[in-house]
């Protein structure tokens, strides 16, 4: 069976990676996370399951990552089993996904940048 994906969005910061999964209108919403990958799904606003399955890059810190859903979006923040090094993608594979881009809305150079990015956590975690 062919699943659906969610179109996702990710950037990559000192300390976390961030993901966007794109779904308006989600229902059902699970997002199961381990330190070597993330497997998610719901149900969009027409009822069509959706599924994406990320197989990381580089080994995380699932204890330490959280989620946050706004009618659009659902952000997961997975914290970087090795800080302070960048990730030139999210998956451990060299393939991309089509439904995988990066968000350069977010995306920015790291130098002095670890206020703010603890301000956008936190930001995240209050909305």
Do not use: M
Request: aromatic share 14%; net charge negative; hydrophobic share 35%.
């Amino acid at each position: 069976l062919e699943k659906t994906h969610a179109q996702t969005l990710w950037y990559d910061r000192p300390k976390y990676v961030f993901i966007k999964f794109c779904v308006e209108d989600s229902t059902d919403v699970k997002v199961l996370l381990d330190d070597h990958r993330i497997v998610f799904s719901c149900k969009n606003g027409d009822g069509v399951e959706l599924y994406n399955e990320i197989e990381f890059y580089a080994k995380v810190n699932s204890k330490d990552s959280q989620d946050k859903r706004t009618g659009r979006t659902i952000t997961c923040f997975v914290r970087k089993w090795k800080e302070k090094v960048a990730w030139p993608r999210l998956t451990k594979e060299d393939i991309k996904p089509v439904w995988l881009s990066v968000d350069f809305d977010n995306w920015r150079d790291w130098e002095g940048d670890e206020e703010a990015e603890l301000a956008h956590v936190e930001h995240y975690a209050e909305v």
